[in-house]
Structure formats: C-alpha cells, structure tokens
C-alpha cells in the first residue's frame, strides 16, 4: 500500500486525477469505478478540466458507481445518479450506454445485485476504483461490521452514516436507511484502488484504515491487503498517522 501525504484537498485532488488520467490516456477502453460523497468533487473538477482544456477522452471509457441509495429515483437530487451527472458525466463526454450506477428503485433487488456483479466481470473488472472513506470507517455503504468477503447488495445504512448525511436532505425523516452497495469483495476485485481523504474529522478513520489491523469494524483496512491500493491523504487527514510516510 502506497501512502501519499498531500498539503491539502486541492492536492489531493490533482493527484487523484493524474492517476486517473493516465490510465485513460493508456487505456482508453478502461473501466472506471466511481464513488460520490465530498472528498471526489475536487478529483472531478479536474477530470473535467483536463477534458475541457486537455482534450481528455472518456468516450470509450465503462463506469461503474459504488452505491446508491435504496428508494430514490435517479432524478432525485440527493440520488447519487443526480450527483454523477451534475458532478462529473454531463461535462465530460462518456457515452451514457457505458454508465452504470446501482438502481435504487429496482423492483428486484437481490437480482438488480447479482446483474450489477455479471456486468463488471462481463466488462473485465473495474480497472481503478475510488474511494472515499466514512468517518466510521466505511467504503461505499459496507458499514462496520460488513463481511470483508461481501458482494453487490442491500445494507441498512449506520445511525452515523445517517447523521452525516442528513446535511444533504430539508428533513431528517427524508435519508434514506437503505443502500445498494458494491461489497467489499466486489471493491477487492478492482485491479488498482485508490482512497482519498481530506479533513481532520477522517483522522482516526484513516489511522484505523493505514495502520490499524484488517477487520470488518473498520471495513476500508482491507485496502492493506489490496496488492496495488494507494491511500493519498491531506495533512489533516493523515494527523494521527504514526509512520513516516514523507518521501513520495
Ligand atoms: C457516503 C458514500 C461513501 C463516501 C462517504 C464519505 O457514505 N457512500 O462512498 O466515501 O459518504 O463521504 P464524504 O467524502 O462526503 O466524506
């Protein structure tokens, strides 16, 4: 595991999208895997940047999103469908029959999960997924407690996750308690994983994730056991970190 301690979100951010804009520039046909939440908006601004100034290429490139919320019609503005488009695919031209986000008003559930799981093996396998990291721990919605081996599936989101995410919703009542959610076997899968985090309120979660031992209370530890999984961090975010990981 690379750890990569950046002065700030914004370089952070331009970090990520090197690493993401080299795999496109060397393959083009790539398969990406994205995540919502805070911590990737900068990453996609600059994504978006280098393909408005750039000329980078997203047409050939597949997408496959983490989760999404159970309940929500994607043109919901708190679905992370909506968020996708706003934040990242209508400004950047990836082809929309390429795009996938789990569907959280799937009549079958359990089905839609095992589509979604045939449909990233039937594109190779997502070649580089993000992935932001709750201040509990979580990746995607595998809260703690998630199997380290678990796959696509519905999971009742943590009283905290809940919390955190109110901010987004007029009214508590409306966040929703249910998510579709890659699992974590599925995320252990993608060939390269990168994890970003920005913000002291990440600190421990980060220090659990780099340095803590593997365990399912803390799902994102088990990026320690992915062979190429790189952790780039602000200062903030790596404040409790003991190591040393200056020098990259
Ligand atoms: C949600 C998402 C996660 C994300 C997390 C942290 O729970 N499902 O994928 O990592 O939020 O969000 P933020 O980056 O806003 O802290």
């Not at 990406?32 to 997203?58: C, N, Q, V, W």
């Not at 996708?84 to 795009?99: A, G, S, T």
Request: proline share 4%; aromatic share 8%.
């Amino acid at each position: 595991m690379l750890v990569v301690v950046k002065d700030n979100f914004e370089e952070v951010s331009i970090e990520a999208a090197k690493l993401f804009a080299s795999l496109v520039r060397r393959k083009p046909d790539c398969v990406l895997g994205f995540a919502t939440g805070s911590t990737p908006l900068g990453m996609y601004k600059e994504l978006i940047r280098l393909h408005k100034e750039e000329g980078l290429d997203f047409s050939k490139v597949i997408t496959f999103n983490l989760d999404e919320y159970v309940g929500l019609p994607p043109s919901h503005e708190q679905s992370y469908h909506h968020f996708m488009w706003e934040n990242l695919f209508k400004h950047i031209n990836v082809d929309p029959r390429h795009v996938h986000v789990p569907m959280g008003m799937a009549e079958n559930i359990d089905e839609f999960c095992l589509w979604y799981e045939e449909k990233i093996e039937e594109c190779g396998g997502i070649d580089l997924q993000i992935l932001g990291i709750g201040a509990n721990g979580h990746i995607a919605f595998n809260e703690p407690g998630s199997s380290l081996g678990s796959r696509t599936r519905i999971k009742t989101l943590s009283t905290q996750t809940c919390e955190d995410n109110a901010r987004f919703f007029e009214n508590k009542d409306e966040v929703p308690t249910y998510a579709i959610t890659m699992g974590v076997g599925t995320i252990m899968q993608a060939h390269e994983l990168l994890l970003l985090a920005s913000g002291a309120a990440k600190a421990d979660a980060i220090r659990a994730t780099v340095e803590g031992p593997v365990m399912a209370k803390y799902p994102a530890t088990i990026v320690q056991l992915h062979e190429f999984a790189t952790v780039v961090v602000d200062t903030d975010a790596a404040s409790k970190l003991e190591g040393d990981y200056s020098g990259f």
